[in-house]
């Protein structure tokens, strides 16, 4: 079992950056990728960013360009640093920690940009 927590979320002004965090605890070993979904209210959730255990990344459209997926191994985390936010980047934002056979997911947490 994996266990995962989301914290960085909160209101921001169009332009400016948050950084989100995803700590997973648990039998991290065993995790082989992580990454960062997002969905509005009404809507299908979509991937936002992978990074696997290799270091390998991929973004999605929207966010490539603006968006880093970062990992410190040390401290079981991923980052996501998100800039030149959007108002259409406001979502809630869950993080997944992936296995061969599972995918355990965070509570979420939300992000807004407004002015």
């Known amino acids: 079992q994996v266990q995962v927590g989301e914290s960085g979320g909160g209101l921001v002004q169009p332009g400016g950056s948050l950084r989100l965090s995803c700590t997973a605890s648990?039998?991290?070993?065993?995790?082989?990728?992580t990454a960062w979904y997002r969905q509005v209210p009404g809507k299908q959730r979509e991937l936002v960013a992978t990074v696997t255990s290799s270091g390998y990344t991929n973004y999605a459209d929207v966010t490539k360009g603006r968006f880093t997926i970062s990992r410190d191994n040390a401290k079981n985390t991923v980052y996501l640093q998100m800039n030149s936010l959007k108002p259409e980047d406001t979502a809630v934002y869950y993080c997944?920690?992936?296995?061969?056979?599972?995918?355990?997911w965070g509570q979420g947490i939300q992000v807004t940009v407004s002015s």
């Open positions: 997944t920690a992936n296995t061969l056979t599972d995918q355990y």
């Open positions: 648990g039998s991290i070993f065993s995790i082989t990728s």
